[in-house]
């Protein structure tokens, strides 16, 4: 096994991971960048992104991500494919383990691993991916504006996302597979008395049929009761809202997360308790899940690194 000492290791290589190694690059920190599982991370599943700043007329997911890629090479970020598949985050310096049983020693780490949504499993989600399949609202709710969308969950997540959507959207289909709705009381309220909102509740979503993208959905509305029905329902997008995982479990025995696993880190900083490792991204983030935030992050992180090595005389 091969060992290899770094100043500054960032794991991941979303908006987060790129904009970390543009800033630990341009500070002289010499960072590697391990891309990950995804490469360039969940928008590189997206189509259209119009709502990045600087690209007026938008911007595909991929050459959104290929851009930030390049920037941080040509700032030195040494970018490299692989998967960081065990950490031991004990004692400074930290050790870390690729997929190729490469082991690596860094003075910091910053952990941009994202968060994967959550799909039903059906083999018509990765069909129509990127034709009518979002697991984001307020990235793609723009493209249904005067349309019909099914949002699938119960929580106050798919509410958000349901009231979300039904400002832009002609109408909208909250699938519920339970006879209730999980959401706080006031987010319940809400959808219900929302006039472009219709609740299915006890309805499963067991497939998608389309052409050239979503065009409706296959449903089961009280599945395996006497009184079971199936039929279809006309939508022109169709949205999970069931919730994310975090991509953090490796670093769970030494850094503190939620419930859910998203990472905890001091407010308003990337620090996660850990000296000199910091998170960045989707790991860390539960409300926003925003490239833009997500940039945000991964630059105080890359300036807290900065500091950290600096006040630590690594640099």
């Not at 383990?97 to 949504?117: N, V, Y």
């Not at 052409?211 to 939508?235: A, C, F, L, Q, T």
């Not at 994310?244 to 308790?273: C, M, Q, V």
């Amino acid at each position: 096994m091969t060992t290899e000492h770094v100043k500054c290791l960032i794991i991941g290589s979303g908006p987060a991971g790129y904009t970390a190694a543009i800033y630990a690059g341009r500070a002289n920190i010499a960072p590697v960048l391990y891309e990950g599982i995804q490469p360039g991370g969940q928008l590189t599943i997206t189509t259209e992104v119009e709502n990045f700043p600087g690209y007026p007329e938008g911007v595909t997911g991929p050459v959104l991500m290929d851009d930030l890629r390049r920037q941080a090479a040509r700032f030195g970020a040494d970018i490299r494919s692989g998967i960081i598949v065990k950490a031991d985050l004990s004692q400074a310096p930290y050790h870390f383990w690729t997929d190729d049983e490469k082991e690596i020693t860094a003075d910091t780490a910053i952990i941009a691993t994202g968060a994967t949504a959550k799909y039903l499993g059906l083999e018509d989600e990765k069909k129509y991916a990127g034709m009518g399949v979002s697991a984001c609202a307020t990235c793609d709710g723009f493209f249904y504006r005067k349309k019909t969308v099914a949002v699938v969950g119960g929580g106050d997540t798919a509410c958000e996302e349901a009231i979300y959507l039904a400002g832009l959207a002609k109408q909208v289909y909250l699938v519920v597979r339970k006879p209730y709705l999980r959401a706080s009381k006031i987010m319940q309220e809400r959808v219900l008395n929302h006039p472009n909102i219709q609740v299915l509740f006890e309805h499963n979503a067991i497939g998608l049929y389309g052409e050239n993208g979503v065009e409706g959905m296959h449903v089961v509305k009280r599945m395996g009761e006497p009184d079971e029905e199936r039929y279809d329902v006309p939508i022109d997008g169709f949205f999970l809202a069931i919730g994310h995982k975090p991509n953090s479990d490796i670093f769970k025995p030494w850094i503190k997360t939620d419930e859910t696993g998203y990472i905890l880190t001091e407010a308003g900083t990337p620090r996660t308790g850990v000296p000199g490792v910091f998170a960045a991204g989707d790991v860390a983030d539960p409300h926003y899940r925003q490239a833009i935030t997500a940039a945000g992050s991964g630059c105080k992180a890359a300036i807290e690194t900065e500091r950290y090595l600096s006040a630590n005389g690594l640099l």
